[in-house]
């Protein structure tokens, strides 16, 4: 499932694990969330420390951000529903609607800096997928 690190976390840390299910039942009631997805550890070492930071950032936030963290097999249908690009990610909610994303892992400063940002806006709907430099399809008009 997780690396053994994200294990003993969740485990020590009494986190949710959720599904899609369990996300839309749980989220709503929260009046911020912190969704967690992890991605392959064993592929990205960033992975790791983003799940080390996360219990951190609950404390920082004092309680009044609850964390989540998908379940290995649902992190592709979440992804597509809160349409991020890159793992590990931390997707901000309020009462279960969008708020946005932070990509990757940060300095701790800047996640004290952007997260507040991101709990002060308006609920939206998440941006459009933006594909990386160089993968975008030219049409015939820009191959011209």
């Not at 997805?37 to 951000?65: H, M, T, W, Y």
């Not at 990509?103 to 701790?108: K, P």
């Amino acid at each position: 499932m997780f690396s053994p690190l994200l294990d003993s976390i969740v485990a020590r840390e009494n986190l949710a694990v959720v599904d899609a299910a369990r996300l839309d039942r749980e989220a709503p009631n929260a009046a911020f969330s912190m969704v967690f997805f992890a991605g392959d550890a064993a592929r990205l070492a960033e992975s790791n420390d983003v799940a080390v930071i996360l219990p951190e950032l609950v404390k920082a936030f004092e309680g009044n951000v609850t964390a989540f963290v998908v379940d290995r097999d649902a992190e592709r249908e979440l992804q597509r529903r809160y349409r991020f690009n890159t793992f590990p990610s931390l997707v901000f909610l309020r009462f279960g609607e969008y708020l946005g994303v932070i990509q990757g892992v940060r300095d701790w400063s800047d996640y004290l800096t952007e997260i507040p940002e991101i709990l002060m806006r308006e609920p939206s709907n998440p941006p459009p997928f933006k594909f990386p430099e160089g993968c975008a399809v030219q049409t015939s008009a820009q191959a011209h």
